[in-house]
């Protein structure tokens, strides 16, 4: 009995050990050069009964101290209290503009720290004021109405359903009909904080790049279509401010920028759409007019997630922020499988995510493409900083957000298919969520 009785005790401590974890911790994103506390919270952790058994390490991921020294490979050891189920530290000055990791150790078995037992890491994030004061969302600059296949068709209010579900903060939804996107808009039943922006897809096949006109006043189309004269005028005197080699090539070059300066006259943003994609493996434009267009950097972003030739689209851009003024660039899947509607999206940091501000900061440059392959590492067009930050965000702070934006998206469905009562019910309830995560996981009050 006296081994069955070990055996069983024994099977208890390890079924006690495997339940432990770290459900939660905060805050996750600070702002560098202060003093942070942050919270561990665990469940079925045992070591918390013997607190004097744990060691809560500290490292900074550019290995640099608070005295400019390096880490070299040695931990901080910090300081902190048990209360019930949480562990808080003292305040600790966070310093640099990186990732900073604590880690929750035990001893191993020889009483040393060289593979010590982990009970839980806490990752966060250190910015300067200029960053931290703006909030990040994602979206998608460019979902249009219809997908290639015919089975694959969704009314639009399904499909705004379908990118909330996906996590999405804002998406741009497009069609070359700006009246239908506009209806679909404001048609859509629910209040919500998912901003839903009108785009207008602009181009005259062979004869101008692909453009995506977003939040124009009217419609561009519709004024190419009815003003063939001024149009013409238009390109005429673009044509005759160009100096470029190939003459071949200067109407479609005067044509692309005549039509970007009447999407910015519609205080629109001008984006340049997936250059090197097409039909039928013909580009829209060919590679000289592309390539003059791209280095005359008149369009407000280039869309380089996105469409079927992603490669091609983001070494344009590294080459154009190697030869010139850094271009703003931007991720929305456009006409593609439903299946791709999560692989090109936008992160943003702005004021909110109101129209105007989404816009605002993308003009500016606060933005990144980010292009996901499945089963693979993502890939983010973006400048050092920004592209570190967003990568921490897609990995730590986003998903804190699914599990609600899909359950909106889920009341959506229910309502809209069976006018669901408790589905109606349940929607109100999750209106501040995004709010309130924010102001969890991000040190406002500092």
């Not at 996750?28 to 952790?45: A, H, P, R």
């Not at 219809?146 to 694959?152: D, I, Q, R, S, Y």
């Not at 570190?388 to 899909?406: C, I, Q, S, V, W």
Request: with cysteine; proline share 6%.
């Amino acid at each position: 009995m006296k081994y069955i009785s070990l055996a069983f005790t024994i099977f208890v401590l390890a079924t006690q050990v495997s339940f432990s974890k770290l459900v939660d911790s905060w805050p996750l994103v600070v702002k560098q050069d202060s003093m942070v506390q942050f919270t561990f919270v665990l469940e079925e952790e045992p070591m918390l009964q013997t607190p004097e058994k744990l060691t809560l390490q500290y490292v900074q991921a550019d290995s640099v101290r608070e005295s400019g020294k390096a880490f070299g490979g040695a931990f901080n050891k910090i300081e902190f209290q048990i209360e019930g189920n949480k562990l808080i530290t003292k305040p600790i000055k966070i310093i640099g503009e990186t990732i900073h990791t604590l880690r929750l150790v035990s001893p191993d078995a020889q009483g040393k720290f060289r593979n010590p037992k982990v009970h839980g890491i806490h990752f966060a994030y250190s910015l300067a004021d200029d960053l931290f004061q703006l909030r990040p969302y994602r979206g998608s600059i460019h979902t249009v109405l219809n997908f290639p296949t015919e089975a694959e068709q969704l009314q639009p209010h399904k499909l705004i359903a379908q990118l909330r579900h996906l996590g999405y903060d804002f998406a741009c939804i497009a069609d070359n009909d700006l009246a239908k996107v506009k209806n679909a808009i404001v048609s859509f039943p629910f209040k919500t904080d998912f901003t839903l922006i009108p785009a207008e897809e602009v181009f005259i096949p062979g004869k101008s790049a692909k453009l995506l006109a977003i939040n124009p006043n009217t419609s561009v189309g519709k004024w190419i279509a009815g003003n063939p004269n001024e149009l013409q005028k238009a390109i005429e005197n673009e044509a005759n401010s160009l100096k470029i080699d190939s003459k071949e090539f200067t109407e479609q070059v005067a044509t692309t920028h005549a039509i970007i300066k009447k999407i910015k006259q519609e205080n629109a943003l001008a984006i340049l759409v997936h250059p090197n994609h097409g039909q039928d493996d013909f580009p829209y434009l060919p590679r000289p007019a592309l390539d003059v267009i791209l280095n005359a950097r008149q369009y407000d972003a280039l869309q380089v997630a996105g469409g079927q030739k992603v490669d091609l689209d983001f070494t344009d851009y590294f080459e154009l922020c190697a030869s010139g003024p850094r271009v703003p660039a931007v991720g929305g899947p456009g006409f593609v499988p439903q299946a791709d509607l999560a692989r090109s999206i936008t992160v943003v940091l702005a004021k909110s995510n109101s129209a105007s501000d989404l816009m605002s900061a993308i003009k500016s440059g606060h933005v990144a493409a980010v292009f996901q392959p499945p089963n693979t590492y993502r890939r983010i067009a973006a400048d050092f900083r920004l592209g570190h930050y967003f990568a921490f965000l897609l990995r730590y702070y986003f998903p804190k957000l699914n599990g609600t934006y899909r359950s909106e998206a889920d009341a959506f469905n229910k309502i809209l298919d069976a006018n669901d009562e408790q589905a109606k019910q349940l929607l109100p309830t999750l209106q501040n969520y995004v709010n309130a995560t924010y102001d969890k996981y991000f040190a406002v009050t500092q």
